[in-house]
């Protein structure tokens, strides 16, 4: 019922702001459980969701997060991991939105990764790892993967995810200018940089609270404040 509840939320708010996407985490690990009747939990849940979202023409978006410095403990954790549970989901509004800091931090092979998991991927966050900065501040070659992500033809948002090495009008700058990595191409190109950091996103958070609308017209996507749960048949409240 909880479940529901937010899917059917948030395709109203996905009406009131034209997003057409909405993020959804599948929630916690649970070591009493075996992994794979966690996965088969969460392909069920996944397929309840797309039945609400479906019809509004929203898309879930899945985001694999790193467990070794941000968010320990969760269950998704890798794109192999998220495209597997997309394939056997077998919805058109089921995707992946690929986290490239965080999968830096899991697993690395980025451009690899992402070329194996392309038909379904939705979205892209960016941020530099370590410090979680605009690009080209990090051990990441945006610039490859940029490029590689404008050669696919892609047509999304990357959304910038990310917090600001240098907080000053020139450290702004820097910031718009290592988001073009592609300069040259972007000219030619059609993609889209929701232009908000992570210290934006929680003023945000803050600024709109109990109004999801202006953070979900500014980002492109809505945040749906529910777990698909790992453990559990969320939709029956068991």
Same mark, same amino acid.
């Given at each position: 019922?909880?479940?529901?509840?937010?899917?059917?939320? $948030?395709? =109203?708010?996905?009406?009131?702001?034209?997003?057409?996407?909405?993020?959804?985490? %599948?929630?916690?690990?649970?070591?009493?459980?075996?992994?794979?009747?966690?996965?088969?939990?969460?392909?069920?849940?996944?397929?309840?969701?797309?039945?609400?979202?479906?019809?509004?023409?929203?898309?879930?978006?899945?985001?694999?997060?790193?467990?070794?410095?941000?968010?320990?403990?969760?269950?998704?954790? $890798?794109? %192999?991991?998220? !495209?597997?549970?997309?394939?056997?989901?077998?919805?058109?509004?089921?995707? @992946?939105?690929?986290?490239?800091?965080?999968?830096?931090?899991?697993?690395?092979? @980025?451009?690899?990764? @992402? =070329?194996?998991?392309?038909?379904e991927i939705g979205a892209f966050h960016c941020g530099d790892n370590p410090g979680r900065n605009e690009p080209g501040t990090g051990?990441?070659?945006?610039?490859?993967?940029?490029? !590689?992500? !404008? #050669?696919?033809?892609?047509?999304?948002?990357?959304?910038? =995810?990310?917090?600001? #090495?240098?907080?000053?009008?020139?450290?702004?700058?820097?910031?718009?200018?290592g988001n073009q990595l592609w300069k040259g191409d972007q000219e030619k190109g059609n993609l889209s940089i929701t232009l908000s950091?992570?210290? %934006?996103?929680?003023?945000?958070?803050?600024?709109?609270?109990?109004?999801?609308? $202006?953070?979900?017209?500014?980002?492109?996507?809505?945040?749906?404040?529910?777990?698909?749960?790992?453990?559990?048949? #969320?939709?029956?409240? #068991?």
């Amino acid at each position: 019922e909880m479940l529901t509840k937010r899917m059917k939320e $948030g395709v =109203e708010l996905a009406k009131r702001t034209g997003a057409k996407q909405a993020l959804v985490v %599948p929630g916690r690990y649970d070591e009493r459980l075996h992994r794979d009747f966690q996965t088969a939990n969460v392909i069920d849940n996944l397929r309840y969701c797309c039945d609400i979202v479906e019809p509004a023409g929203l898309t879930i978006v899945l985001e694999p997060l790193n467990v070794i410095h941000d968010h320990p403990g969760l269950f998704l954790t $890798g794109i %192999p991991q998220a !495209y597997s549970i997309c394939r056997a989901v077998n919805r058109k509004s089921c995707k @992946i939105i690929n986290d490239i800091y965080h999968q830096q931090i899991t697993e690395g092979n @980025i451009i690899p990764n @992402i =070329e194996s998991a392309w038909d379904e991927i939705g979205a892209f966050h960016c941020g530099d790892n370590p410090g979680r900065n605009e690009p080209g501040t990090g051990e990441i070659n945006y610039r490859n993967v940029f490029r !590689y992500i !404008y #050669s696919r033809n892609y047509n999304g948002v990357i959304c910038m =995810e990310h917090g600001v #090495s240098n907080r000053t009008k020139e450290g702004e700058i820097k910031v718009i200018e290592g988001n073009q990595l592609w300069k040259g191409d972007q000219e030619k190109g059609n993609l889209s940089i929701t232009l908000s950091t992570l210290l %934006p996103m929680h003023l945000f958070l803050i600024n709109y609270k109990g109004s999801w609308d $202006g953070y979900a017209k500014h980002r492109k996507i809505i945040l749906v404040c529910a777990s698909v749960a790992a453990n559990s048949d #969320s939709t029956s409240g #068991s």
